[in-house]
């Protein structure tokens, strides 16, 4: 199916073609979204699994909408509610494309929600402030790479197994990256591998994470931090009984930001071996093997 605001194609919005996409089908369900701004929420059910929603081009085929905590005024869980895209659907990909926030530095929201198994986000740009990237679902695993993530506060979140590879994380302010929530006794957290971390000018003093619960798991490994990582590295949300069940790791870092001669003494620098367990085998292991090889791209 085909979505171009132009009405050249199959539907003018993205979301009347998700919903026109059959229920658990038995093969992949491609929507490719032309260049244009899409002003929409949009959600992915959990019955249209196997959906790949592909855009033109990641700089103008844009998603954006401006929910955020207060506008959404539901109570104390409003952030879930503030999503521009939600998938709920298993076997879902996105490519080549932009989804937004657009509520600008105006506390929770959050521009791509994810709480589905086997998820690829692949070449994407991923833009809001605080809680951009929200990754949960039940032993859900999830693979993003080549894409450009900025934000404020815990801008990457939630209790998912997830891979970060090829990636440029911007922080635009004094704060923390990531806030995982990883289960007690999941193997992997939040693994980030040859990713660049950068920030705006009026970014100088950044965290790598902080737990939102205290079994959090995040990991750098290969990657290159720029100065404004705070030579800490990490921070404990004023849990102190963090430091003995969170796992904070670092390996064959460089850049300004990666001296480890500072960083909080319960945090972890890897050695060679324990470095070499972390493979996209590892890490993104399910139940059907390989899903995140070979991801079906649609030529226009």
Request: glycine residues 6%; contains cysteine.
């Amino acid at each position: 199916m085909t979505v171009a605001q132009d009405g050249s194609g199959d539907f003018t919005k993205i979301q009347d073609a998700i919903n026109a996409a059959p229920s658990f089908p038995y093969e992949k369900i491609t929507v490719f979204v032309k260049n244009g701004t899409y002003n929409e929420k949009i959600r992915i059910p959990e019955w249209n699994t196997q959906l790949a929603l592909m855009g033109e081009s990641k700089e103008n085929t844009v998603i954006v909408f401006d929910d955020n905590f207060s506008k959404i005024n539901t109570g104390r869980n409003s952030t879930f509610y503030t999503y521009t895209v939600l998938v709920e659907g298993d076997d879902f990909s996105a490519s080549n494309l932009t989804i937004k926030n657009a509520s600008g530095d105006n506390g929770q929201a959050i521009a791509l929600s994810v709480v589905a198994n086997r998820v690829q986000i692949l070449n994407c740009n991923i833009l809001g402030n605080q809680d951009t990237l929200y990754l949960s679902g039940k032993e859900a695993k999830q693979y993003i790479k080549d894409c450009y993530i900025e934000g404020t506060t815990d801008f990457i979140f939630g209790s998912a197994t997830a891979l970060f590879e090829n990636c440029e994380i911007r922080s635009l302010k004094n704060s923390y990256i990531t806030a995982a929530s990883t289960p007690e006794g999941t193997a992997f957290g939040f693994v980030f591998k040859n990713c660049r971390l950068t920030a705006a000018s009026s970014a100088t003093a950044v965290y790598l994470g902080r737990p939102w619960r205290i079994f959090a798991k995040t990991v750098y490994i290969d990657c290159d931090m720029a100065k404004h990582i705070r030579p800490e590295g990490w921070e404990n949300w004023s849990k102190p009984e963090a430091e003995k069940t969170a796992f904070y790791a670092e390996y064959n870092c460089k850049g300004e930001g990666a001296s480890s001669a500072k960083r909080v003494l319960w945090s972890h620098q890897l050695e060679k071996k324990e470095a070499e367990k972390y493979t996209i085998d590892n890490i993104l292991k399910d139940s059907i093997a390989n899903w995140y090889s070979g991801l079906t791209t649609v030529k226009q």
